[in-house]
């Protein structure tokens, strides 16, 4: 339980965690200013319809459903909506029904959505080019730590459960450190560990 506030700088001073949690925050305040940047240099009216776009242009048609983006961003249906009905008005994405199921739809971007989603993609470049800064294997680091953090959330039911090694049936360990694939049959290097994973299959799928 924590009892002292992470966000207090006596407190930080002498609090490894806290101090973590703080940076964290500090990370997503980044995240939240490259994307209104991008946003408003484009003339979109809200950070989610960067998010979408970029989403769009390389999820498979099979996820592209406002259900599923609903359940990846951790926002309701409704918002959503909203955002793929701006979309739309600007020319940038289109519904077609879907084949399998006649009630649901499955979004695209138009020639103008893909253009739009390559130039907005780039809001991300920063913090990929502050990450590159490191050595490798704090990069490697780095990564296994996030998605054990993850992970940890997703036990939490802070974020939806992602579609990454460590929530899927086909993973196991081996060793204190080994991460195994039991779908290809080898271990992983942790650079072989996927935040979103084609093949995932959630533990206790049948």
């Known amino acids: 339980m924590v009892k002292e506030s ?11 965690p806290s101090k973590v949690v703080a940076a964290m925050e500090r990370l997503s305040e980044a995240f939240r200013v490259l994307l209104w940047n991008e946003a408003k240099h484009h003339g979109i009216s809200s950070t989610i319809q960067i998010q979408l776009l970029t989403f769009l242009l390389y999820y498979p048609e099979s996820k592209r459903t406002v259900t599923y983006l609903a359940n990846y961003f951790n926002m309701t249906k409704a918002t959503i909506s909203d955002a793929v009905k701006s979309l739309e008005s600007k020319g940038l994405v289109q519904r077609k029904a879907s084949e399998t199921d006649t009630r649901s739809h499955c979004l695209y971007l138009s020639r103008e959505g893909k253009s739009m989603a390559r130039k907005a993609e780039k809001f991300a470049h920063p913090m990929q080019m502050a990450v590159l800064s490191l050595p490798a294997d704090k990069q490697n680091a780095l990564l296994e730590q996030l998605l054990k953090l993850i992970g940890n959330l997703n036990e939490q039911g802070v974020i939806t459960p992602q579609s990454m090694c460590a929530n899927c049936r086909y993973y196991a360990t081996k060793g204190r450190t080994g991460h195994y694939c039991t ?24």
Do not use: T, W, Y
């Open 6 to 16: 992470i966000f207090n700088p006596d407190h930080q001073a002498g609090s490894v």
């Open 183 to 206: 779908l290809v049959q080898r271990m992983f290097r942790i650079v072989d560990l996927k935040l979103d994973c084609p093949d995932f299959e959630a533990v206790g799928h049948a």
